[in-house]
């Protein structure tokens, strides 16, 4: 089994956007895979219970289902940080809590486990931890999607330096082109490639649409997933 866990450098960079090009791609490659998304703040009530449109755009994008509450364990409606979501409803997030969640995941038959985190690395989870606590706990491998845009050097290259200093293995980093007008794009990408310690795993364009997926094939073999 291979299992990533999918970070930004921001809310917004582009996990799910990635994730889910990944899970198609997997598709394609007839991979058992699916996506986790532990932690959720932005839901609407469908059917009696909170959903959030990353999970379920997970969900659609995997060839392994599941029962929504498999994929996303814990949903909040308000769009804010989880960790005050769940205080505002009583609910403790913890370390233990998420990897009893992600034995879930494990047994749903899947070859492959993208989990997309929420918002960017240093995620709290609640008054003490950190997302990445249970990432290091698992020892899960990272990709690090980068959201190019003005400010992403900075977000980039801490989010790279606390990884470092935590032993985290993180297998490379996927350029993703948010800002289709981004002012010296090109210059940005080569700063990033001299500074980063990991790899460049792929560059996903600006598209509104699913891209055509076989500019990715490069990324699964720098994921060492044989096609
Ligand atoms: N390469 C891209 N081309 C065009 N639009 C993109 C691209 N990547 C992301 N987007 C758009 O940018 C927005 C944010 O992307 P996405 O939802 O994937 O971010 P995220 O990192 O998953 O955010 P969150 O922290 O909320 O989970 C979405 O509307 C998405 O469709
Ligand atoms: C609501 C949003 N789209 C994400 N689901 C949560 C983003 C949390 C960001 C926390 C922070 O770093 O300030
Ligand atoms: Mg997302």
Not at 61 to 90: C, L, M, Q, R
Not at 112 to 124: K, N, Q, R, Y
Not at 200 to 207: G, K, N, V
Request: charged share 20%; glycine share 6%; aromatic share 8%.
């Amino acid at each position: 089994m291979k299992e990533f866990f999918i970070t930004g450098t921001d809310t917004d960079a582009g996990k799910t956007h990635v994730t889910s090009l990944l899970l198609k791609l997997l598709a394609q490659h007839k991979k058992q895979a699916i996506g986790f998304k532990p932690l959720a703040a932005g839901c609407e009530m469908a059917f009696d219970q909170l959903v959030n449109a990353d999970a379920l755009i997970l969900m659609e994008s995997a060839t392994v289902s599941a029962k929504y509450d498999v994929v996303n364990p814990f949903a909040f409606a308000p769009p804010i940080a989880p960790h005050i979501a769940a205080e505002k409803v009583g609910v403790s997030i913890t370390v233990d809590k998420l990897s009893d969640a992600y034995k879930n995941v494990k047994q749903q038959g899947a070859d492959i486990i993208l989990t997309e985190g929420a918002g960017g690395w240093a995620l709290p989870i609640n008054k003490n931890d950190y997302l990445y606590d249970w990432v290091k706990a698992e020892k899960m491998p990272v990709i690090l999607v980068v959201g190019m845009r003005l400010g992403c050097l900075n977000h980039a290259l801490l989010t790279a330096a606390h990884m470092q200093s935590m032993g985290i293995n993180c297998v490379g980093w996927i350029a993703n082109q948010v800002d289709k007008n981004m002012d010296e794009y090109q210059a940005n990408l080569d700063s990033l490639k001299a500074r980063l310690p990991f790899p460049i795993l792929a560059i996903s364009p600006y598209s509104e649409q699913t891209p055509k997926l076989q500019i990715y094939k490069s990324l699964l073999s720098a994921l060492s997933i044989n096609t």
